[in-house]
C-alpha cells in the first residue's frame, strides 16, 4: 500500500526527507488540534472586546465546529479523488489566511465566519494528513510508529492550547488567532517541498457523487448545527424535533445514493471491516467523552472553585505531558500488544479517570481530585488516540484512505458536538439556572455520569472487539493442531508409532505457537 519511492518498509532508518514528511503533517494537525482549545478560554475576552451576547459568543466555537464536523467526509473524499498533497496544500493556505483574518476582524459576524472558514480548511487537512502518512508508511510497525507520533501531536496540541491560550488571552484575544499564522506559513513552505507527489488520480475511473455529496454533507452540517442550537432553541421544541427528522431523512437519502453510486462518496462496503466500524464507535465516543469532562471541569474549576484561565489550563497540563511524553514510544507498544488490546485498556483508564472526578465537591484540591484523574486520563489518551486512528485506517486499500481518514475524523467531531451539547443541557437542567455551589454541583455530577455512561459504552465496545480479535486469531491455531494426528498417521508407522524424539519435537513447537 506504500506509494513514496522512500518507503519505510524496505528501509532500516527513515530518511531526513521522510522525518520531514512526517513534521510537516504533525505541524498541521497539532495547529488544528492547537485551535480548538485555545479559543475557549479567550471566550470571555472576545465577548467583552466585541459586545457579544452568550448566544454570539458559542458561535465563535460552535461556528469552528460546524465546518470541520460537517464536511469532513467531503474533505476525506476530496483527497481521494483530487489528490491528497493538492488538497493538503490548499487547505493549509486557506487556514493561514482564516487565522489571520480572525486576528484583525473588529465585527462578531465576521470573526464567526473566520472561525468557520477554518473549521471547513480543517476538514480538508485532517483527512488528507492522514491518509498521506497511510499511503506513505507501509501496513505494520513503520505505520504504526508513524501514527503513534502524528496522533500524540494532535492532542499534544489539544492540551497545551489550554496553557497557551491562557498566556497569550493575558497579552491580547487576538493572538490567540494570529499566533497559528507564521506557523502555518512554515508548515506551507515546508510542504511544498518535502510533501511526497503521488500519481494523480485517473479521471476516467474516479467519479464524483454530487448527489452523496450534497445529502451526506448537508445531513452532517445540519446534525452538527441542530445539536449545537437545541441549548437554545430546546431539546423539546418544534424547530429541534423538525431539524433531527431532516437529519434523518438526509442521512436515509444519502445511504440510499451511495448504495447504487458507481462512485459513491462513501462506500458502504468499507464498514464491513468489523475494525474500522468499531474504531469509528469508539472515536466518536472517546473524543465526545473527552470534549464534555473538559467543558464540566472548566466551568467546576473556574466557576466554582474561582480559578483563574491560566491555574485551569495548568491543572490539564499534566494529561498533555503523558501524551507528549509516550510519542515516541507508542509505536513500539503497539507493535508488540496490538490495538485490538490497547484500545479497551485505554479506555478504561479513560473511564477511570472520570469517574474519580465525580468526587468533586467545594472544596476539593488539585492533589485530591483534579491530579489523579489527569493522570489516568494522560495515560488512557496515550493509548487510545493512536490505537483508535491505526485501527481506522489499517487494512483499508490506499484509494481509499482517504475515505477512511474522513470517517474517523468525522466521529471524533460528531461526537464531540453531541455529548458536548448533551452535556450543556443536563449541567442546565440540574442547576435548574442557580449560582450557589449546591445548584453548580447539581448539575456537574449528572453530567459527569454522562460523560462516564459513554466511555463506559465505548469500552464495551471495544471489548467485543478484541474478544472477536482472539477468536479470529485463535481459529487457524486450533485448526491447526486439530489435522496434526491425521498428517502423522499419514506419514507411516515410525511417524504414527512417534518416538520419543519426534514427539518432543512436536510438543515444543505447539508450545511455541
Known sequence: MTTASDDPSTTGAWSPRLWGTLVVLCAALFLDALDVSMVGVALPSIGTDLHLSTSALQWVVSGYVLGYGGLLLLGGRAADLLGRRRVFLAALAVFAAASLLGGLVDDGGLLIAARFLKGVSAAFT???????????????????????IYTTCG??????????????????????????????????????????????PARGTAGYDAAGAITGTGSLLLLVFTVTEAQNAGWASARTIGSLAAVAVLMALFLLIESRAAHPLVRLGIFRNGG???????????????????????LYLQ?????????MALAFLPAGALVALSATKMGAVVDRFGTARLLPLGIGFLTAGYALFLRLDEHSGFLGLVLPSMVLLGIGFALAFPSVNIAATNGVDDEEQGLASGLVNTAFQVGSAIVLAVATAVITAGSDGGLSPQAQLAGYRPALLLVTAVSLGALVVTLVGWALERRR??????????????ARAAAGPATAGGSDEGEDAEGRVLADR
Not at 474500522?276 to 472548566?298: N, W
Not at 491455531?477 to 489435522?483: I, M, T
Open 473 to 486: 486469531t485463535a481459529a487457524p491455531v486450533a485448526a491447526e493442531s486439530a489435522s496434526a494426528p491425521i
Open 303 to 311: 466557576r466554582l472553585l474561582g480559578w483563574s484561565a491560566l491555574e
Open 126 to 148: 485532517a483527512p488528507a494528513g492522514l491518509s498521506i502518512i497511510t499511503t506513505t508508511f507501509a501496513e505494520g510497525p513503520a505505520r504504526n510508529r508513524a501514527l503513534s
Open 155 to 200: 492532542a499534544s496540541g489539544f492540551s497545551l492550547g489550554l496553557v497557551l491560550s491562557g498566556l497569550l488571552t493575558s497579552a491580547g484575544w487576538r493572538w490567540t488567532f494570529l499566533m497559528p499564522v507564521p506557523v502555518a506559513l512554515v508548515a506551507l513552505g515546508a510542504a511544498v517541498r518535502l510533501l511526497p507527489r503521488q500519481p494523480a
Open 276 to 298: 474500522v466500524s468499531r474504531a469509528d464507535v469508539a472515536a466518536l465516543a472517546v473524543f465526545g467523552s473527552y470534549a464534555g469532562f473538559q467543558f464540566i471541569a472548566t
